[in-house]
């Protein structure tokens, strides 16, 4: 029947391209066992992109043989083919395999880069690295794969050290390279940085897409530098909406929730269309300032006049507003008539307005409904079950998170100081100035003690924050990289420290009194929204 090579590698591309896979793989099998010909490299990549529609690694083993057999393992279609298959799998061990059993061709950083953006993109950033490191060659794609890739796995300080790499290898980093960059300017907090990038990309004329524009704006925001982000913003093309979207979310984040709303009308005079990120943006400012009639009015219009239907986020940013303004019977009637299932960050957010205010009834209907309790959610039950002081079920809730090894997430703070950011892990005894660094913590605490702080000691009780709990509060990240920065800049200079999580209210009660104390600015960025501290008060008037 197929009396050609060409033939048997038509009929394969056509199942293929007709979205049947599966038939594609019947059609090789056909072609083995008629014997005739043998398959050739075009079709061995074919039937390789069909296993990888499929993930059909049994399959793709088997070819994989057959492509050493037949010696097609030096044809670099087929390797790539073999290769990207195998990173689809997520057998990315194999795949450097592949890649390392064929030296001649491992030069071509096209293969080292198809394992990288797998590897980064299934979260294993250290493989991608040390894929990275033998790459004998490397092109712009591997430099931007693995910036990209440091970020997207919360690994932001890499990125930026990856990124200066690069300049000092004269490679010409590109549009993908500054918006990569420019967001791990921004979960860090590393303004200088950010604005030598911001530099950078004028002195290579970059031109400014929606993309780049909008990754500046929120940079500036998330530096703490909300009028640059205004700048930059008032000088690029408006007319895509996620421009806005980064100049709404930047006010929200500040606190400014009325001018984030003044803007959302500009937008809408100037005939650019809301989407449902511009509305999350606005609902989250509103909850951040306990707008909640203005949030409400909002949430209506997204349906009612854009016919955007609310997401779970839209729903869940409701649940929060309405939750911490003391509404619960309302934020409860928003779960009961959310159209989708509504999730555990939804349900947190009743329990934890539950807990403010005292209405233990309501909590322990949250927690019923959440099918799978995760630590957060353990803790804050066995706080409310404290709090009415029912010690049994609290305990029983605590033994159950302890069979279960729920731990909380990691907090991460980062402070620029001289233009180098530094990261500070919870409990960090790492830092190669550590020693000094905790003594300054301790003098400073005791100083603030005596000026009247008192520790929040109770939450290692009640904790309601989202950070794994330390034995000592005094080493929340946040603590050690606001040490840090005074430590390292003159009297009078203002600390910027960003960090991965919500900050704890002991924290926050430290910064407001360092603040007074030291007579300090202190900025803080948590993963909520921006908190100013001077002269012992704070921004967010304390509600965040
Ligand atoms: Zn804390
Ligand atoms: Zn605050």
């Known amino acids: 029947m197929m ?79 073999l290769v990207t298959t195998y990173v689809a799998s997520d057998c990315l061990d194999r795949a450097y395999r592949v890649l390392y059993e064929a030296p001649e061709l491992s030069t071509d950083p096209l293969f080292g880069n198809l394992i990288i953006d797998g590897c980064t993109k299934s979260g294993e950033f250290d493989n991608a690295n040390r894929v990275f490191k033998q790459m004998s060659q490397r092109d712009v794609v591997s430099w931007n794969l693995m910036i990209a890739g440091a ?11 990856v990124f200066r790499q690069m300049l000092g290898l004269n490679f010409r980093p590109d549009g993908f390279t500054f918006s990569s960059v420019l967001s791990g300017c921004a979960r860090t907090g590393a303004l200088n940085e950010g604005k030598r990038v911001h530099q950078l990309m004028m002195e290579n004329g970059i031109e400014l897409n929606s993309i780049l524009s909008s990754a500046l704006i929120d940079m500036y925001s998330k530096c703490g530098r909300i009028q640059s982000a205004k700048q930059v913003f008032e000088s690029v093309q408006r ?57 409400r009015e909002h949430f209506d219009l997204m349906r009612s006049h854009y016919s955007i239907e609310p997401q ?26 959310m159209p989708m299932q509504p999730d555990m960050i939804t349900w947190r957010a009743l329990l934890g307005a539950c807990r403010t205010h005292g209405n233990a009834k309501l909590g322990e209907v949250a927690v019923e409904q959440m099918a799978h309790l995760n630590s957060g ?29 729920i731990r909380k997430k990691r907090g991460l703070s980062w ?27 301790e003098r400073l605490s005791q100083r603030i003690k005596m000026e009247g702080f008192v520790p929040r000691r109770d939450l290692v009780l009640m904790d309601v924050s989202e950070e794994e709990k330390e034995g000592n509060l005094n080493l929340h990240s946040e603590k050690l990289a606001t040490v840090y920065g005074i430590m390292k800049t003159s009297p009078g200079t203002e600390i910027r420290v960003s ?46």
């Open 3 to 81: 009396r050609c090579v060409s033939g048997q590698y038509y009929i394969i591309r056509a199942s293929i391209e007709k979205g049947s896979p599966q038939k594609a793989l019947l059609d090789y099998k056909a072609i083995l066992f008629s014997g005739t010909i043998q398959p050739d490299h075009r079709t061995l990549s074919s039937i390789l992109d069909a296993c990888k529609i499929l993930l059909d690694l049994r399959f793709a083993t088997s070819i994989h043989a057959r492509i050493i057999k037949t010696g097609f393992q030096l044809d670099p279609s087929v390797l790539s083919s």
């Open 151 to 161: 970020v997207r796995n919360g690994r932001p300080k890499e990125a930026l050290s």
């Open 239 to 295: 007319n895509n909406v996620s421009v806005w979207n980064a100049m709404i979310t930047g006010l929200a984040i500040h606190g400014l929730a009325l001018d984030a709303m003044a803007l959302f009308s500009r937008m809408e005079d100037e005939g650019v269309t809301p989407d449902s990120i511009s509305f999350l943006g606005i609902l989250t400012g509103c909850s951040h300032c306990g707008l909640v009639e203005e949030g």
């Open 312 to 337: 779970l986020e839209h729903y869940g940013a409701m649940v929060d507003l309405l939750g911490r303004a003391g509404f619960l019977e309302e934020a409860y009637k928003i779960i009961k008539a």
């Open 377 to 405: 959610d353990c803790v804050l039950l066995s706080n409310i079950y404290s709090a009415s002081k029912r010690w049994e079920n609290a305990e029983r809730v605590r033994d159950e998170m302890k069979k279960m090894g």
């Open 415 to 441: 402070v620029e100081v001289g233009g180098v950011v530094h990261q500070f892990k919870a409990g960090d005894r790492s830092h190669p100035e550590s020693n000094s660094l905790h003594e300054m913590l």
């Open 499 to 544: 960090k991965n999580l919500r900050t704890c209210h002991d924290c926050h009660g430290w910064m407001k009194m360092v603040s007074r104390v030291l007579k300090r600015i202190i900025v803080m960025r948590d993963r909520i929204r921006f908190h100013r501290f001077e002269n012992g008060s704070c921004s967010c008037g304390d509600y965040w």
